[in-house]
Nanobody
Framework: QVQLVESGGGLVQAGGSLRLSCVASEDVFSNRDMGWYRQAPGTQRELIAVITKRGVKDVADSVKGRFTISRDINKNTMYLQMNNLKPEDTFVYYC?????????WGRGTQVTVSS
């Protein structure tokens, strides 16, 4: 069973930056479309960034121009570079496959942006 571990979150002021990491227990990034999700309590997870198994990238309109997704297949790691953070980016961030069936969800990493 693939394990996903997210890290890199924290408390940052508006306008600041963070880089999130997602480490997988085995090679998934070369054979799956993967993505970053975010979720607030009591809401559904929202897919905000995708990188396909071929390396094609896309991000949601809400983060376009501010967030960048990337990966290092050799390290079984995916990243989310988040710049110009806004208070409305305050969520728990998760990584997982783009499509169902999903791997077991990790614990996520909390990002809190203060105004």
């Amino acid at each position: 069973q693939v394990q996903l571990v997210e890290s890199g979150g924290g408390l940052v002021q508006a306008g600041g930056s963070l880089r999130l990491s997602c480490v997988a227990s085995e090679d998934v990034f070369s054979n799956r479309d993967m993505g970053w999700y975010r979720q607030a309590p009591g809401t559904q997870r929202e897919l905000i960034a995708v990188i396909t198994k071929r390396g094609v990238k896309d991000v949601a309109d809400s983060v376009k121009g501010r967030f960048t997704i990337s990966r290092d297949i050799n390290k079984n790691t995916m990243y989310l570079q988040m710049n110009n953070l806004k208070p409305e980016d305050t969520f728990v961030y998760y990584c997982n496959t783009r499509f169902y069936p999903y791997f077991t969800w990790g614990r996520g990493t909390q990002v809190t942006v203060s105004s």
